[in-house]
């Protein structure tokens, strides 16, 4: 199965990072829409609506540490 069937491509950042405010709200938006479906897919195939949002806060908390922890080396 492909992780990525069904999901379009992301515009990229119009803003720089630096642009804190303005980066982090376009963000906002164009994750959105993903995570709306995401969520409603996974209520749709059964699962709590807490617990599919507690699972997704976690595994992004994960990645982000793990490729914290990459780019440090180790």
């Known amino acids: ?3 990525k069937a069904g999901f379009r491509p992301l515009p990229a950042p ?5 642009e804190f405010m ?10 959105m829409p993903l995570l ?4 409603e ?13 507690s699972t997704l806060m976690f595994l992004s908390a994960q990645q982000v540490s793990a490729a914290s ?3 440090a080396g180790g």
């Open 36 to 39: 709306t479906e995401l969520l």
């Open 69 to 71: 922890e990459a780019s």
């Open 22 to 31: 303005a980066y982090e709200s376009e963000c906002r938006s164009v994750m």
């Open 41 to 53: 897919r996974a209520v749709a195939a059964g699962w709590n609506p807490r617990t599919v949002a």
């Open 14 to 18: 119009t803003h720089e990072a630096k």
């Open 1 to 3: 199965m492909d992780a």
